[in-house]
């Protein structure tokens, strides 16, 4: 939605309903490959997975801590 903004589009542009229901947010002709959106989730889940694997090894190793199972 940032980009939408940011790319100069107004809030009136969104509430066009005819045109571009429900993808309020979506201009025709912008956006990425869908390759882009494959590597950046890619690299999101790469980016994550030794904070995910942390965590986990720290729940495991403190089992007296019981609100960490709310987490």
Do not use: Q
């Not at 790319?7 to 201009?27: D, H, L, Q, R």
């Not at 990425?32 to 989730?41: A, E, F, H, P, R």
């Not at 995910?52 to 495991?60: A, G």
Request: aromatic content about 24%; hydrophobic content about 45%.
């Amino acid at each position: 939605m940032a980009f939408y903004f940011i790319n100069g589009n107004t809030m009136s542009e969104v509430w066009n309903i005819g045109k571009n229901f429900p993808f309020f947010f979506v201009v025709p002709g912008n956006g990425g490959d869908l390759i882009l959106v494959y590597s950046i989730w890619i690299a999101v889940a790469l980016t994550l997975y030794p904070l995910c694997k942390w965590y986990d090894n720290y729940k495991t190793k403190h089992k007296e801590k019981w609100w960490l199972s709310y987490l």
